[in-house]
Nanobody, 124 residues
């Protein structure tokens, strides 16, 4: 089992930046593929980014490519999401997720572990 706790959400103006963190505890973090998802208000949860065990391979949704960066520090059991050039449409609850596997899949159903989420609000 892996427990995940997100932090770093908040209110930011359009064009600004935020960095989300997700602290993991439980089983060995370095063998868990990690991802970020988000759920805008009144919409379905959607994939944002994922990263493999070593951090050598990342995968992004088209809507955030070039603006968001996912990274991980296995020594600190933490995964990050650096969000730059934020837009109002990035407003959502952001969730950290983990999966027992190898592939950096964008599919929600592939992930075994979920955090509670952190709110990100981008004002125009």
């Amino acid at each position: 089992q892996v427990q995940l706790v997100e932090s770093g959400g908040g209110l930011v103006q359009s064009g600004g930046s935020l960095r989300l963190s997700c602290a993991a505890s439980g089983r060995t973090f370095s063998t868990v593929v990690m991802g970020w998802f988000r759920r805008p208000q009144r919409k379905e949860r959607e994939f944002v980014a994922s990263i493999n065990w070593t951090g050598s391979r990342t995968y992004y949704a088209d809507s955030v490519k070039g603006r968001f960066t996912i990274s991980r520090d296995n020594a600190k059991n933490t995964v990050y999401l650096q969000m730059d050039s934020l837009k109002p449409e990035d407003t959502a609850v952001y969730f950290c997720a983990g999966r027992d596997g190898i592939d950096t899949t964008p599919h929600e159903y592939d992930y075994n572990y979920w955090g509670q989420g952190t709110q990100v609000t981008v004002s125009s």
